[in-house]
C-alpha cells in the first residue's frame, strides 16, 4: 500500500507547491461528484421536482409575450412572439439561475472550505453546471413549443452549443467575482438578486435587440448576454433575427475579461476564505 | 524516514477585520479604510509605547517539530491554543504567515465528521460523496465499499436518506468513510468527541490499527486516555506556542493537567480581545477562584471551598440569556453542567447591561482525584449559543488532589467517576 516513491509538497505562505491546474485535474472527480450531489438533492427536495423548471419559463414567456407584444406593442416580424420571447429565455434562465446559485455556493459549502482541502474554485463551477440540467429540460420545452408553432431551426442550430459555451464562460467570470465577494463582504449576498433584475432589464429577452438604436448597439453589447441572447435567437430561429456581428465579438471580447479577471480575483481571496467565511 | 516537517510556522489572525463578525461587512471595509487613512494622517492610533493597537492574534507562533514515518503523534492543548489552526496549516484549508513545512506521501485530513454529507441522499450515496470530499477516487470507494458498510453497521438502512438516521447512526458511517481513507498520513482532530462509547472504542482500535500498517497518524483530542493509548508522542501547545513535546506521553499529559502554565500561574482565561463578540454578552475571564475571586493555586483539595468565576459584560439585557460551564473529565466525559439560571426564576440573578463577575460553587466532596477540564458556556436559552460547546469556548484545568476524606481508611484515589461524601447511618435491629 505504501509506495516507496512518495510525493513530496511544501507548505508556505505563498501556497503549496501543487500547480493550480494541476490540482484542479485531480480533484475533477469530486466536481462531477458534487454536481451530482446537488441535481440528485434538488429535484429530491421538490415534490414537484422537474415540473417546476418547466412551469418558470412558461409563466415568464407568457408574461413577456404580454407586456411587449401587446402592451408595448413590439413587433417580432414574423416570429411568433412566444418563440422569441422563449428562444432568449433559455440562455437567460440559465445564466440568472448561476449567478444567484453560484455567488452563494461558498457560503452554503463552509464546510467544504474550512474542513477539507479542495481547490475551491469547483464549489462554484459545480454549481454552475448544475444549472445546465435545468437548462436541458427547458430546452425540451423548447422543441415542444417549435414543433407547436412549425418554426423549425435550419443548419445555425448547429452553432447553438458555441453560444452556449459563451453563456458558460460568461456566468463562470460573474460567478467567480460574485463567489468571492460574498465570502469577503458578506452584504453582497443582497446585491446579487438586485443585480440579477438589473441584467434582466438591460438584456434583450422580452424584445429584439434591434429595437435598441442604431448608435447604441455597440455600446449595448457590452452586456455579454447581449451576445449570448443574439446568438441564441439566431442559432435557433432560423436566421431570422439577424447577427450583429460587432455586438457579438465585443460581448465575446468581454466575457473573456470577465472570466478572466475573475478567475484571478478568485485565486487571490482564495487563500483566505477558510479565515474569513 | 521524516513524513512531516515543521519549521516555525506562524498564524496570524486579524481580529478587527476578520474575527469580529463571520464576514466583514462592505460598509465596514470602506469605513475602515478611510480611518486607517485618517490613521496615517493624524499618527494616531498608536499606544503609548508605539505598538500598533492589538488587533492581531497571533494563533501560532514559531512551531518547529518533526514526525516520523508511522510515528502516531498526539497534539494537545487548551482550546484555542492553536491545535486546529495547526492541522488546517498542515492540511492546506489556510496558509500559513510565516515559515514552512514539508510533508512527504499523502496526506488525509478528518477535521470533522461528515463533511459535505447531505440530508436528502442516501447512505450510499453519501459514502461516495464523502469520500470523494475527503480525497478518495471513486474506485477506491468502490473498493473498500463493504468494508465501510460493514464497519459502520448500518447496513440495513443503506438506501434510506440520512435524514433519517438518528444521530448515532449518521456519525458511525460518516466515521467509517473516513477511517478507510488509503492515505499515508492522516491528520484527525476531536472527532472522536461524538459517538457513544461502544464505537469509540471501535475507532481507536482502529486508528491503532491503521498506525500499525505504518500510516503517520496526527491527532488533536480532549481525551487524553485517548491520546495516551493511541500516540507515541505527544505535543503540548500553549497560546500558539510549542511548549512541550516528549515521547513520554503521560508527562506531557501531566503537564498540560497540571493546571499551571509554564510560567507557574494559575490556569485562567482572558479575553484576548475581540473574541466571543455578540450583541448581548462578552465573557473577559475564566478562572477557579477562592470565595474573594482569587484565583486558586492547583492542585486543589476536594473539600476545599472553590468556584467557577466568570467575569464579562452584558451589553443588553435578555431574560434568556443563560450563563454556565461544563466540567468534563481527563477522558472528555461530561461530568456535569451548571448555569446561573438552573434555580426558580424568581431566584436568578437579573444580568442588566454592565459589567459582572458571576461565581458558582463547585460542589466539595464530589470530584475525584485527578483532572478535569472546565468550559464556559453562554446562550440564548433555546435560541442560538453565544459561546458554543463545539471545542471553540474557552476553558481552565481544575486540577484536584487530595481531601477526599480524613479516614484513615480512604486516603487515596478510588475508582469512579465521581468520588462523593456520603452519610451513613446504622441502626441496632434484631429482627433479621
Known sequence: MLKSQKKEYVISPEGGTDSFWGDLWRYRELFTFLTWRDILARYKQTTIGIAWCLVRPLVTMVAFTLVFSRLAGLSSGDIPYPILVFAALLPWQFFSAAISESSNSLINNSQLVTKV?????????SSIVVGLVDFLVSFGLYVVLMLFYRSIPD??????????????????????????????????????????????????????????????????????????IDGFRWALLGGKTPLYLPGICLSLVLTLLVLWSGLRYFRRTEQIFADVI | MTAIRVDGICK???????????GASL????????????????????????????????????????????????????????????????SRITRPTGGRAIIRGRAAS?????????????????????????????????????????????GSFLDTPVKRYSSGMYVRLAFSVAVHLDSDILFVDEVLAVGDAE?????????????????????????????????????????????????????VIDEYLSGTDRKGTPSSWINSGGEYSNPWFTPRSLSITDSFGVPLPMPVCNDAEMYVQIEGEVHQFNPALKIGYAIYSEEGFPMYQSYHTDRPEAEWPRLTSGKWVLRGRIPAKILNEGAYRIELMGSLHNIQWLIGPKGRAPEVILR?????????????????????????????????
Not at chain 2, 496570524?12 to 463571520?22: F, N, Q, S
Not at chain 2, 465528521?113 to 478518495?136: K, P, Q, S
Open chain 2, 199 to 251: 464505537f469509540q472504542k471501535k475507532c481507536l482500535w482502529k486508528m491503532g490499527e491503521m498506525g500499525r500498517e505504518g500510516r503517520t497518524i496526527l491527532f488533536v483530542s480532549h481525551n487524553m486516555n485517548a491520546i495516551e493509548q493511541l500516540c507515541g508522542k505527544c505535543i503540548l501547545l500553549e497560546k500558539g506556542r510549542l511548549v512541550m513535546q516528549s515521547t513520554e506521553v503521560r508527562q
Open chain 1, 117 to 125: 482541502y479542495l481547490p475551491r474554485l469547483i464549489v462554484p463551477a
Open chain 2, 12 to 22: 496570524k489572525y486579524e481580529l478587527g477585520h476578520l474575527r469580529r463578525r463571520p
Open chain 1, 155 to 228: 443548419w445555425r442550430i448547429l452553432t447553438l452549443p458555441l453560444f452556449l459555451l459563451m453563456g458558460i464562460a460568461a456566468s463562470l467570470g460573474v460567478g467567480f467575482w460574485l463567489s468571492a465577494l460574498v465570502v469577503k463582504y458578506r452584504d453582497f449576498r443582497h446585491i446579487v438578486p438586485f443585480l440579477v433584475q438589473v441584467f434582466l432589464y438591460v438584456s434583450p429577452v422580452g424584445f429584439r435587440s434591434e429595437v435598441v438604436p442604431g448608435g447604441w448597439r455597440l455600446f449595448y453589447s457590452m452586456n455579454p448576454m447581449v451576445g449570448v
Open chain 2, 27 to 90: 460598509r465596514e471595509a470602506i469605513t475602515d479604510s478611510f480611518r486607517s487613512a485618517g490613521r496615517i494622517l493624524t499618527s494616531r492610533g498608536r499606544t503609548q509605547d508605539g505598538q500598533p493597537p492589538s488587533d492581531e492574534f497571533w494563533a501560532l507562533s514559531d512551531v518547529s517539530f518533526q514526525v516520523e514515518e508511522s510515528e502516531r503523534v498526539g497534539i494537545i492543548g487548551r482550546n484555542g491554543s492553536g491545535k486546529s489552526t495547526l492541522l488546517k496549516i498542515l
Open chain 2, 110 to 154: 478528518l477535521l470533522e465528521v461528515g463533511t459535505g454529507f447531505h440530508w436528502e441522499l442516501t447512505g450510499r450515496e453519501n459514502i461516495f460523496l464523502n469520500g470523494a470530499i475527503l480525497g478518495m477516487s471513486r474506485a477506491e470507494i468502490r473498493k473498500r465499499f463493504d468494508e465501510i458498510v460493514e464497519f459502520s453497521g448500518v
Open chain 2, 400 to 432: 484536584v488532589e487530595r481531601g477526599l476524606s480524613n479516614s484513615p481508611y480512604w486516603t487515596n484515589r478510588r475508582p469512579g467517576v465521581i468520588a462523593p461524601m456520603i452519610d451513613w447511618s446504622a441502626q441496632p435491629v434484631n429482627h433479621l
